[in-house]
């Protein structure tokens, strides 16, 4: 269930913005079921070199994780609401414990040119003293994966007609030297 800081995020909430072209549908098709396609996994992954690819299972209940080379699985989130074209909400924990997961929404509407893509990442209290800290890696982190790697993908891809998809991942081509975090 969505919790109501997904309706009325707090005043700590991150929120970051990117107009893409194209339909919310599309937009929301290639932000879940294309983020093995977009998501820099060379700077942000679990499993640092071993890491193969990522998936968005976008469904209430979905998993959102990471696959390693050696078939390992490393759970981001989950979904916690989908609205295929209109909004997806998700926990967020990568790498750590569901206990401290935030929450993260992301709302697709129409505007002039193209689709208003809004992330709002909220409930930083449940990382405890490392909040602060926390949340200021993710406001300039979420400048890059969502500002320029999906926005990126997005405006190069929306032109085409989305694929169909089911749950399993992409893979992604080799990758080189691993860039610092």
Not at 10 to 35: C, D
Not at 66 to 73: H, L, V
Request: charged residues 25%.
């Amino acid at each position: 269930m969505v919790t109501q800081e997904a309706v009325m995020p707090s005043p700590s909430a991150l929120r970051k913005l990117v107009i893409v072209r194209g339909s919310p549908a599309a937009a929301y098709h290639h932000f879940t079921a294309e983020l093995a396609a977009w998501w820099p996994l060379e700077m942000q992954s679990v499993f640092d070199d071993d890491t193969l690819t990522c998936a968005f299972e976008a469904r209430a209940g979905g998993r959102i994780y990471e696959i390693s080379k050696t078939g390992g699985e490393a759970l981001w989130g989950t979904v916690l609401l989908a609205e295929p074209a209109r909004r997806v909400v998700f926990s967020w924990h990568p790498g750590r414990s569901p206990i401290t997961a935030q929450e993260v929404t992301v709302h697709f509407t129409t505007t002039e040119g193209g689709t208003r893509v809004e992330l709002v990442h909220d409930l930083w209290e449940t990382l405890g003293l490392r909040a602060e800290e926390t949340r200021k890696t993710y406001d300039s982190g979420w400048d890059v994966v969502l500002g320029k790697c999906f926005a990126g993908h997005a405006n190069r891809e929306l032109e085409q007609p989305p694929r169909s998809s089911g749950d399993a991942p992409a893979k992604r081509p080799p990758r080189g030297k691993r860039s610092g975090r």
